[in-house]
C-alpha cells in the first residue's frame, strides 16, 4: 500500500523518555476518515502529535502517497498535506480571526472567503483578535485554519469538546459536508457514537496500543467492544448515526 | 569609561531655567530612550520567539559603531551614508551566526545559552581589540549634527532631533510590519505559540532568521548613531548589556510596544537622573528597573 494517501506502521512515540503509544499502524485512502475512540489518556492526541510531528518518535515508518514523512519537521508534513486541528486549538491569540488564517494560507481550493461560507460566524468576527473568540468560534477557527492549508487530510483533535449541543450539531454537519467533498480525515473523539456515524473506519486505542481496528459499522452494530474498552460515556453524545 | 552626558546641555541663562531644564530632559531623553529602542527592539522579538537568551546582542550593536567609523575614516563615506551600511552589514553577518551557532541551542538549558552567548562576547571583545585596537575610537560627528537649533528659549541639538527622527520612522516601520503583514503575523503567531505555528505549516525557522537579521541590522545601526552618546571600544557589549536587559525585561520579550514603552521609560529616567542629581545619576535605572519589576515581574506588556 505504497500509495495510500497516509499509511503509519509499528509506531511507538512518546514524550522524553516516556513511551505513549506502540505498534500503532493503519492505513487510510485519499478522501477515506477514521474515528480514533479510547478513554481519556490512552494516547489519541499523543497519536495526532506524532503524525505532526510533535512528539518523541522512537520507532516506526510513517508515509504520505509514498512518501515518508517521519523525519520532517511538522510545517513540511503541513506542505504534504496534513492539516491539524489542536486539541487545545491553539489559536494565536495576538492574531485576528482574519490573520489567524492567513499565517496558515496555502494555495488551492479553501481560501479565506470559502472558509467564512462554511463557517458564517467567523466571518463577523474577522476583525476580532484570538483572545475575543467563545470556545465554540476557536473551536470552528481551528478547523478553518486547518482548512486554510488545503490539506489532504485533516487531523480534527476532539472538535466537539466542551461544545453547547447547538454548536454541535452544526460543527457535525460542517464535518459531514467536508466528508461529501472529498476531505479525508482522522476525528478523535469523546463523542463515540456521533464520531462512528461520520466515520467509515475506527481504531480504538487503550493504553496507547490498538485494541481494536475495523469499519465504523461494526461497531455500531455490535457496541460490546466499545462498552469494553470505552465505557459508557461514549453514550453521552447518543445521537442517531447518519445514514451513509 | 565613564560615560558622557548624552548631549552637553546648554543652558541659555535669562529665563525659566526650571521649564528649560524640564524640556532639555524630555527632549534629550526620548532621543535617548528611541537609540536605545533601535539597538534593543530585535532581542525584544527575537527573545519572545525563540525564548533564546542572546546576551550577545551588543556584539551587534557595537559592529554597527565600527563599519560606521571605518567607513567614514578609510573611505571618507559621510556619516549618514554609512548608516544603512552598518545596518545591512550587520543583518548579513547575524545569518550565519543565528544558523550555525545559535539555532543548535534554542532547546538547550537557558545557563547554556548565557554561557555561549557570553563567550561570544568575550570572543567579540578579543576581535575587535586585535582588528581596531583596544582604544576609544576617535569619532566626530559632522558639523551639522553638532549644532543647536535655537527655538524660543529652548535650545535642541540636531543630533538629539536625528535620533528621534530617525526613531520614529523605524518605530512606524516596525509596527506596521508587524501589525499590517502577513509577515508580522507570522512572527506573532510564533511568539504566542511555536509548536501551533509549526503545526499550521510556517517555516517558524526561516521566519525567525530574517527577524534575527533585521533585529541585529537594527542594533548595528543604532551603535553607529549612537556612537557620539555612548562611544565605541571593545568593551561595548559588556557595558551596555545591562540596558539591553533592561529594556527587554521591563518591556516584556515578544512585545514591540514594551520594548518602546520600556526603552523611553529608560532613556528618560537616565537622562533626568545624569541631569539632576549628577552624582548619583546613573544609579536612577536600576532604582527604576527594580521597583517596575516589583510591580509588574512579567514587564509593563509582558504575558504572566
Ligand atoms: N507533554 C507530555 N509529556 C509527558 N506525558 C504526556 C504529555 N502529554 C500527555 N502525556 C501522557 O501521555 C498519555 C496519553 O495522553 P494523551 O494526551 O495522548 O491522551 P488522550 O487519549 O488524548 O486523552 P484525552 O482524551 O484526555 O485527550 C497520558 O498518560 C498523559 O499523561
Ligand atoms: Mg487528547
Redesign the interface.
Known amino acids: 500500500m505504497a500509495d495510500a494517501l497516509l499509511h503509519i506502521e509499528n509506531v511507538r512515540a512518546g514524550y522524553g523518555d516516556a513511551v505513549v503509544i506502540d505498534d500503532i499502524g493503519f492505513s487510510l485512502g485519499e478522501g477515506e476518515s477514521l474515528a480514533v475512540l479510547g478513554r481519556n489518556g490512552m494516547g489519541k492526541t499523543t497519536l495526532i502529535l506524532t503524525l505532526?510531528g510533535?512528539t518523541n518518535l522512537v520507532a516506526g515508518r510513517m508515509s504520505m502517497r509514498g512518501v515518508r514523512f517521519e523525519r520532517s519537521?511538522?510545517?513540511a508534513r503541513?506542505?504534504m498535506g496534513l492539516g491539524?486541528a489542536?486539541q487545545e486549538r491553539?489559536i494565536?491569540?495576538?492574531?485576528t480571526v482574519e490573520?489567524?488564517l492567513?499565517?496558515?494560507a496555502?494555495a488551492g481550493h479553501w481560501n479565506a472567503a470559502r472558509t467564512f461560507e462554511l463557517f458564517p460566524s467567523l466571518a463577523e468576527r474577522r476583525r476580532n483578535f484570538?483572545n475575543q473568540l467563545s470556545g465554540g468560534e476557536q473551536q470552528m477557527l481551528a478547523i478553518a485554519?486547518?482548512l486554510?492549508?488545503n490539506p489532504a487530510l485533516l487531523l480534527l483533535d476532539e472538535p466537539l469538546e466542551g461544545l453547547a449541543p447547538i454548536i454541535v450539531e452544526e460543527m457535525t454537519r460542517t464535518i459531514r459536508k467536508l466528508a461529501a467533498e472529498g476531505v479525508g480525515f482522522i476525528l478523535v473523539e469523546q463523542h463515540t457514537q456521533l464520531a462512528l456515524g461520520l466515520t467509515r473506519q475506527a481504531i480504538i486505542l487503550e493504553r496507547g496500543r490498538i485494541v481494536f481496528k475495523g469499519a465504523s459499522q461494526e461497531l455500531i452494530d455490535d457496541p460490546s467492544v466499545l462498552v469494553r474498552y470505552v465505557g459508557l460515556r461514549g453514550e453521552r453524545g447518543l445521537v442517531p448515526a447518519a445514514p451513509r | 569609561m565613564p560615560r558622557p552626558f548624552l548631549f552637553p546641555t546648554r543652558i541659555t541663562p535669562p529665563v525659566l531655567p526650571i521649564i528649560q531644564g524640564i524640556v532639555q530632559v524630555l527632549f534629550d531623553g526620548i532621543a535617548f530612550g528611541m537609540l536605545l529602542f533601535v539597538m534593543s527592539v530585535g532581542l525584544s522579538i527575537t527573545l519572545g520567539m525563540m525564548h533564546f537568551a542572546n546576551l550577545a546582542h551588543g556584539v551587534f550593536a557595537m559592529l554597527g559603531g565600527y563599519v560606521t567609523v571605518v567607513l567614514m575614516h578609510k573611505a571618507g563615506v559621510p556619516f549618514l551614508e554609512t548608516l544603512p551600511a552598518a545596518f545591512v552589514i550587520v543583518a548579513i553577518v547575524s545569518v550565519p551566526l543565528e544558523r550555525f551557532v545559535y539555532r543548535r541551542m534554542y532547546s538547550a538549558k537557558e545557563l547554556d545559552q548565557v554561557l555561549l552567548t557570553v563567550g561570544i562576547i568575550y570572543m567579540a571583545i578579543a576581535a575587535a581589540a586585535y582588528v581596531w585596537g583596544p582604544e576609544p575610537m576617535a569619532f566626530a560627528l559632522p558639523d551639522y549634527l553638532t549644532r543647536y537649533r535655537d527655538i524660543g528659549s529652548f535650545s535642541f541639538s540636531t543630533y538629539g532631533a536625528l535620533l528621534l527622527a530617525i526613531g520614529t520612522v523605524i518605530t512606524l516601520v516596525i509596527f506596521y510590519g508587524l501589525e499590517r503583514t502577513r509577515f508580522g503575523a507570522m512572527i506573532r503567531a510564533a511568539v504566542d505559540d511555536r509548536r501551533v505555528a509549526l503545526g499550521v505549516g510556517i517555516n517558524v525557522n526561516r521566519v525567525f532568521t530574517i527577524t534575527f537579521a533585521v533585529g541585529s541590522g537594527l542594533a548595528g545601526l543604532g551603535g553607529a548613531l549612537g556612537i557620539n552618546a555612548l562611544g565605541l571600544d571593545p568593551s561595548f557589549p559588556i557595558e551596555y548589556l545591562v540596558f539591553f536587559l533592561i529594556v527587554v525585561s521591563i518591556g516584556g520579550g515578544g512585545t514591540v510596544k514594551g520594548a518602546l514603552a520600556a526603552a523611553l521609560l529608560l532613556g528618560l529616567c537616565d537622562t533626568a537622573g545624569k541631569y539632576y542629581v549628577p552624582q548619583t545619576g546613573a544609579f536612577i535605572i536600576y532604582v527604576v528597573m527594580l521597583l517596575v519589576m516589583l510591580w509588574r515581574p512579567n514587564g509593563l506588556f509582558g504575558r504572566p
Open positions: 505532526m510533535q519537521p511538522s510545517n503541513v506542505a491539524w489542536p491553539g494565536f491569540a495576538s492574531l490573520e489567524n492567513a499565517v496558515a496555502r484570538g485554519r486547518a486554510m492549508t
